[in-house]
Structure formats: structure tokens, C-alpha cells
């Protein structure tokens, strides 16, 4: 594709891209514009939206998506990390079918869920105890009303920019998150937690964090960060909640595993339900077990789906039998590879851009800046789109604003097609790129 960029700006590439995305796609396009007659503006899930219209996808195979204008993509979404499976694995599908052959709505306890939860445990030691829902949002509400009931203590320690479900974004003027008393610090800086305990550390019911934040833009928390958050969290008998809904996908046991590190609580979601809904939290026997319906104080929870055959089944037959510890642990490698390579391909094109992430978790951002809280995340929206915008027309699927995740049916060749769809972008998209990053440094 020939760009005639010389002496365009960001807005004037953009705008190409833009239109050649439209004249490309006119069927997402006639789907986006039926769906807003019955649907706010034809969506249902926030983050799929994009300008000028999201593609809309006929169907999914191994880890290529195939949209409704007929246009083949390398899946590097993996649905948000859900995808870890991609599409079509046999393990998964085999047990989906078997599931649903058992019968669909049994309404009691089913085969499945013991089986599970003791998959799960054996993979993360700090979960003695565990309880299913249908979202990784559910299991943080779930986790934070625990904590909350169990210590007394109303206030809530989170992160700027941390996203823990639909109503659990924390960054400011947020109107629909749900009515918890926040109080947040800086990401990867202690003092600044230790600058909020000073103010009354007794009022704090839990601390909660992401290991590598994931809607900020996959940045990982460093060790020091997260082995000081429990120190201090011990010390002033604050609850610690570590949201693996992301995370747990790194190595064997998440990066409570790669750590060493055991919160009191952790929450699940994501690939764990092998492509289901679902969502779980989980952690100390003694916390957990007020929710033993045997105990005359028994917490209540409930959740018509919470044990739903199929996240049952797939999410077992996954974790058993796909994503072993040494898959996991290879996956984490190749991730850690490809993001090397990414920043390789950045630098030699002299374009400050960069990848940010841990494992199979990997953000794309428009600066060469370090980036260690979400703060130092640009929200360069235009340098954004046309990134996204110009992958897509390379055949690469990612989130708008960079974020992608690896799934297991991709091959080496998948990684060099991403690998040089990128520098192609950057080599196309050069002097604008520079130029917007030249001025966000200078703004
Ligand atoms: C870290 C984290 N926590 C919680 C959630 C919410 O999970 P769900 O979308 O299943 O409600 C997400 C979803 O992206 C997430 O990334």
C-alpha cells in the first residue's frame, strides 16, 4: 500500500486509513448502522466500539477471524485474553458438546464444578477455597463485599487507572461504577499507598490490583511493588486481592506463582471458563468459609449460572488438558519474545513507538517513554487509530488502543506476520508518529 504521507499529518493519514477501512468494509458498516436502530449505538460491550465502525465477524477458526466483508484476520485480540484457545479447539468444543448433551439447565449441583474448583486450587496455592460467578467483574464485586463484610472497614485501596470490571473502573468522573468508597493511589509507587495508610490505615477494608494492568495498557506491576503491597497490607490487616482475571494465564499459577507471592483473595475470569462466561473468587479457607450455607451466620451468594455446565466443563477440560504448566509456561516465553522483538522493530525504524506487557499480555503505545503507571500511558487517540486502523489493513486483529493478547493455536508464522505487519505500519506512518510524540513530550 503506498501512502502519500510526506507532508500529511496525523489527522490527514488517519483519514486515509479511515477511508480505506470504509471502502473496504461494507458490511460491518450496513451491520453497524441496523444495529444502532434497537442498540446504543449498535453495541453492548464499551470497549468493541471503534470510529469509523467496528468490524463485525461471520465467523472464528483457530486463532483467524474471518469478517462479514469476507477479509481473513491473525486474531491478536484473543478476546481480551479470553481467547487463550482461540476458536475452535477440539478439547474445548468435545467438551462444550458433551456438557450441553448432559442437559443444559440442571438446576443443582452438577459433575462438573467440584472438579474444577480443585483444578483450579492445585494451579494457585493461595486458593484453599473457591466460588464460581459468570464475570470477572462479579468475582471483584464479590471480593470486594467479602473483604468488606469479613473486616468491618468500608474503604476500598485501589490503583489509578486499574479496571476491574464494567462498574470497577477506576479513574476519576466515572458515573457508573458502582458505589464503593475508592481510595486510589499510583501504580508501582509505594509511597503513595503508604502516603494513604498514614491517613487511617484502620479504615481499609482490602487493597485490590492488577498484576500487569490490562485496560490501562499492559503494564506490569514490578515485584518490589507487589511483595511491599503485602507486607503492608499484613501489617495493617488490610485484605490483599490480587485480580488475576487477567493474569492468571501467566506460567503455571499466575503471577501469585511467578512470585511468590499470597494475597488473601484472588478473582478469575477470562480464558478460565475456556471461552464461557465466567468468573470466580477464591483464597483463604478462613474468609471463604463464610459462605458455607451450613454455618447459621453463613454469608449469602448467589448466580443463577454460577455453575453452568458448559464454563464447567470447558474451563476443567482446558486447564487439564490444553493449558498444562509447561504450556502455560511456554506461552509466557513466546509473549516475552515476541514483545522483544516488537520493541526490536520499533527502534530500528526509529519510531517512538514501544510494547509494554508481561508473557502473552501485550500493549502497544504511541511514545518511547517509559511507562510504569497509567499515567505515562498516552492516550494519543489519533496515533492510536491509525495504528489499529493500519494493522487491520495488514491482516492483524488488535485492540484499539493496542492491547493484544496471544492464544494457543498460533503458529511461529502468525508471530512474524505480526512482527512485520508492524514495521511496515511504523515505516509507513513514520514522520507522523514522530511528530505526535515530538509534541506530547513538548505538551
Ligand atoms: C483485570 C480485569 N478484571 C476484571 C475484568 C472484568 O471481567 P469481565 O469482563 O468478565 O466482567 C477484566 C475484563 O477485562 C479485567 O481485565
Known sequence: MTMLAANWSLADALAEEEARFTAANPR????ALA????????????????????????????ATLTDL???TYRDFLGEYSAGLYGHSHPVIVAAAKRAIEGGIVLGGPNMYEAKRAAAIAARFPSVERI????????ANLMALVTAIAATGRSRVLGFRGGYHGGVLTLKPGVPTNAPFEFVLARYNDLASVEALLREGADQFACAIVE??????????ATSEFLRGLRDLTTRHGILLIFDEVMTSRHGAGGVQGLLGITPDLTTFGKYL?????????GGRAELMDRYDPYRPDAFAHAGTFNNNVTSMATGYAGLTE???PAVAEALYARGERLRGRLNAAAVAAEVPVRATGLGSMIGIHPTDRPIITAEDAPEAKESRALIHLALIARGIYIARRGFMTLSLPQTPEDDDALVAAFADVLRTHARVLRDHAAAHVAA
Open 211 to 220: 498484576p500487569v494492568m490490562g485496560g490501562a495498557g499492559a503494564i506490569p
Open 322 to 324: 490444553v493449558f498444562t
Open 28 to 31: 460491518s458498516r450496513e451491520r
Open 69 to 71: 466483508d469476507g477479509h
Open 131 to 138: 466460588r464460581f460467578t459468570n464475570s470477572g467483574t462479579e
Open 35 to 62: 444495529a444502532a436502530a434497537v442498540m446504543p449505538g449498535g453495541n453492548t460491550r464499551t470497549v468493541l466500539h471503534y470510529t469509523p465502525f467496528p468490524l463485525a465477524f461471520a465467523r472464528g477458526e483457530g
Open 273 to 281: 471458563g475456556g471461552g464461557f462466561s465466567f468468573g470466580a473468587f
